[in-house]
């Protein structure tokens, strides 16, 4: 997950591993019930959720029917939603999301979460560079 302000600016970062990796819809899922509850800690504002799993997002949009395999990861994320003052989740491609990739990849070799809100490494910057790039 990568919590951005309205200027581009990385406020926070976190890769957290991920047990059930099952399917890659159980992964995508788990990663924005996992983005929605650490956003909780950020007293309740508006929030953007992006992510690159048209099939993920459709469902959480209300677009398409939840697979049964789904249900519960997404009725949980779902239940954070009245937590905010606003909350919506929006379909970036693959090749805009570069920060959130390699945070996916560098949580598989982890055992416990790793977080930064400051310092972040180098790779995380370049990424975060390229990313905003991509929608200017």
């Keep these: 997950m990568v919590v951005?302000?309205?200027?581009g600016?990385?406020?926070?970062?976190?890769?957290?591993?991920?047990?059930?990796?099952?399917?890659?819809?159980?992964?995508?899922?788990?990663g924005f019930r996992i983005a929605l509850d650490c956003l909780m800690c950020l007293a309740g504002g508006s929030y953007i959720v992006e992510g690159d799993a048209q099939t993920v997002i459709n469902m959480l949009q209300g677009k398409s029917k939840i697979k049964?395999?789904?249900?519960?990861?997404?009725r949980d994320t779902l239940s954070f939603v009245s937590r905010f003052q606003s909350c919506?989740?929006?379909f970036i491609p693959r090749d805009g999301n570069k920060v959130a990739n390699g945070l996916?990849?560098?949580?598989?070799?982890?055992?416990a979460p790793l977080t930064w809100q400051r310092n972040f490494s180098s790779w995380v910057q370049r990424e975060a560079s390229f990313d905003i790039s991509v929608f200017q």
């Design 88 to 90: 919506s989740f929006h």
């Design 68 to 74: 049964p395999c789904l249900e519960v990861i997404v």
């Design 104 to 111: 996916f990849k560098h949580a598989l070799s982890l055992e």
């Design 4 to 7: 951005w302000d309205h200027g």
């Design 9 to 30: 600016k990385i406020l926070g970062a976190t890769a957290v591993p991920i047990q059930d990796r099952s399917s890659a819809e159980v992964v995508e899922a788990e």
